[in-house]
């Protein structure tokens, strides 16, 4: 499609406003000359402080979060042909979000790396379970819609219940609940990069047979794409890239949902071009939500699920009118 | 390539669905595979396209032994066409025809070859869908639908394209045009084998005829104007002849 390249430099361009304004804006003023200045490494304390320690890695978080739900949301789509593939509605984040409210409880350890590796493990769980009902024949896409659902739910009290039972309400558990990027510093992003590179290292190899399962698992067989190992590849890449964005941005909604069917939309169905488009649309989607949730209300801050939950809600809508599920 | 099946048997929860199922499906031509619902037809089209493998028995494409090939190995030789082909969202007729193009390993090229482009253009025009290229594969009619999946099979220069009850559901109208279609490739370059109920118009265009009645071979041979006779001797054939059906 010709409009691709413009869409992926428009992306790019928005990526590039997002990531000034996230380290520009906030409630401590700079001016263009002390953020110039720190940018090049050669600012004030203060001004180095507030962009390099502050301010960037919660724009990295954002970028690798909402990468992390656009493909995810993006491969469950595409590998169990279901319009409602979303990490956290198919309860992949289900297990990754007990791990983080059982570290929140105190109840697990929260050394960084551990955490993240406990998270993605339990996400790959959910992903194994959602790989074996999604490859079980006449498990229809509303049928594996209601288990991912219900195994959302299931994950979704034991967090609340290890919250509720160690008597946890601070605003970090009211954060991780309502996904939000609020004091994300360097300790915090570097582990999800590994997680991020192996998710998407994984995926890549089963692309192009991605292609050719939405013609169905007989098709796609036939044509030697080997149905089944695609889709638990691609599943547990989601996982793994699910589990991450929990770790990093806790229970962000909407965004895995949305983002793959609005980068098919923009750029039509070839897998490659829709993945990449993914990665860069759920990467902007969730730099300028968390743009709003800090600078909307500052020096208050919402969580930046809210704002993708606002946004996303009614033009999922619009989406579901405009697409014909099978 | 002629493709010769030699004692098929296939059984499934201790029930045969095929016994002993031997035949030859030409190298060129239209063979259509005629039967009961549950004669085994499509268990058949299942086993020959390596999707199940046979309880006992072997088929061969010329003198290669095809039941000991993988399923990547087959798909070199067929062209498959599901009963009930899915209706996949968002793909234009272009886009899903394209994706016949498919090759289990090959190069992971990001923008579609012009080859390809040319193939895909070919196989719309020959199916007469060519003016639908650009529209989504959900908004053309059910016959369109079914030349457009014929397109899918034709693009991928496999030389058996195999069909199971592609015709359902379509017009009487829908369904001759399409067999009209059918003969047409069939008598150029390649074999296609057709499962299908409609004893009238396979006996008027396939050029052999294989009927299964409970999981094994009644008649095979050319188009007979005895074998609505034939098939009178078996107490199966009222779901098969039309006329003694109703």
């Known amino acids: ?326 | 390539m002629e493709l010769t099946l030699q004692g098929i048997s296939f059984v499934r929860h201790d029930k045969a669905v095929l016994s002993d199922v031997s035949a030859t499906v030409p190298a060129r031509g239209l063979t259509c595979l005629l039967g009961t619902n549950g004669a085994g037809k499509t268990t058949l089209l299942r086993v020959v396209s390596g999707e199940l493998k046979p309880t006992s028995g072997r088929y061969f494409i010329d003198s290669t032994d095809a039941s000991a090939l993988s399923r990547k190995e087959l798909a070199r030789h067929f062209a498959v066409i599901p009963q009930n082909a899915p209706i996949p969202p968002y793909l234009t007729v272009r886009e899903m025809v394209g994706l016949g193009r498919f090759k289990p390993r090959g190069s992971p090229k990001w923008r579609v070859s012009g080859q390809d482009r040319a193939k895909v253009d070919a196989s719309l025009s020959r199916c007469r869908v060519e003016g639908l290229g650009d529209r989504r594969l959900d908004e053309v009619s059910g016959g369109e639908q079914r030349r457009a999946w014929l397109a899918f099979g034709l693009v991928s220069d496999k030389y058996f394209l195999v069909l199971d009850e592609t015709l359902d559901g379509m017009d009487v109208f829908g369904k001759r045009t399409f067999f009209e279609l059918l003969k047409d490739i069939a008598s150029r370059d390649k074999s296609i084998v057709l499962a299908s109920h409609d004893l009238d118009l396979v006996n008027e265009f396939a050029d052999k005829i294989i009927v299964l009645v409970g999981g094994r071979v009644v008649f095979e041979g050319p188009p007979d104007s005895d074998l609505q006779k034939l098939l009178g001797s078996s107490p199966e054939s009222a779901y098969i002849i039309p006329d003694k059906g109703k």
């Not at chain 1, 979303?86 to 350890?109: C, E, M, S, Y």
Request: aromatic letters at 6%; one cysteine or more.
């Open chain 1, 1 to 326: 499609m010709k409009r691709v390249p413009w869409m992926a430099a428009a992306l790019c361009l928005l990526l590039v406003i997002g990531v000034f304004v996230g380290i520009s804006m906030g409630p401590a003023e700079l001016d263009f000359s002390r953020l110039l200045s720190a940018v090049t490494g050669q600012g004030d304390d203060a001004a180095m402080t507030l962009v390099w320690d502050l301010r960037l890695p919660r724009v990295v978080a954002a970028l690798v979060a909402g990468a992390c739900l656009g493909v995810a949301g993006f491969l469950l789509q595409t590998s169990t042909r279901n319009p409602l593939g979303d990490p956290q509605l198919f309860g992949l984040g289900g297990g990754a979000a007990v791990v983080q409210a059982l570290a929140i409880a105190g109840i697990v350890g929260r050394g960084t790396w551990g955490l993240y590796t406990l998270s993605v493990i339990a996400s790959l769980v959910g992903a194994a379970i959602i790989t074996f009902f999604a490859s079980r024949r006449g498990v229809s896409a509303a049928r594996l819609a209601l288990i991912g659902v219900s195994l959302s739910a299931l994950t979704a009290a034991i967090g609340t219940g290890a919250l509720a039972g160690a008597r946890v309400f601070s605003q970090q558990s009211l954060n991780f609940v309502g996904g939000s990027l609020a004091n994300r510093g360097w300790p915090d992003v570097m582990p999800a990069l590994p997680f991020l590179g192996l998710g998407l290292v994984a995926a890549v190899p089963v692309l192009r047979n991605l292609s050719v399962l939405a013609l169905g698992d007989q098709v796609a067989a036939n044509l030697g794409a080997e149905p089944g190992r695609t889709r638990a590849v691609a599943v547990a890449s989601s996982g793994i890239l699910g589990g991450t964005a929990v770790a990093i941005a806790g229970m962000v909604g909407f965004v895995g949902l949305l983002v793959p069917h609005v980068a098919r939309l923009l750029v039509g169905h070839d897998v490659r071009t829709s993945f990449i488009m993914s990665v860069l649309l759920g990467a902007a989607v969730l730099l300028f939500a968390d743009q709003v949730s800090r600078l909307a209300f500052m020096p208050s801050e919402v969580p930046a699920g809210m704002i993708t939950a606002l946004l996303g809600a009614p033009l999922m809508i619009y989406v579901a009118r405009r697409v014909q599920w099978n």
